[in-house]
């Protein structure tokens, strides 16, 4: 069983947001949780912002969201796959 993470840093929400938004939704089917982190609220706002999604389905599809994310100017996006081991039985 194995985990895929992707994680997303946002240099400029302002600005690349909309795009971000509109890719993730577009691919939501393959997202099973999103959770979005930013310092700041109102007035005091953070421009960067930090995105972890946890995905299910193919690997490749996860592969192309990453890549069309890290064609955002401001944007990295990176995968990242977690499997344990499997546990020997004598």
Do not use: Y
């Not at 193919?58 to 100017?73: Q, Y």
Request: charged share 30%.
């Amino acid at each position: 069983m194995g985990k895929s993470i992707l994680i997303i840093l946002v240099g400029n929400r302002s600005e690349d947001a909309p795009n971000v938004q509109k890719l993730l939704t577009g691919w939501g089917c393959f997202i099973k949780t999103r959770l979005g982190i930013h310092n700041g609220v109102l007035e005091n706002c953070a421009e960067d912002g930090l995105i972890i999604c946890e995905l299910v389905g193919e690997k490749e599809k996860h592969e192309e969201l990453a890549r069309k994310l890290n064609l955002l100017k401001s944007v990295k996006a990176q995968l990242v796959h977690l499997e344990l081991e499997k546990e020997k039985k004598d």
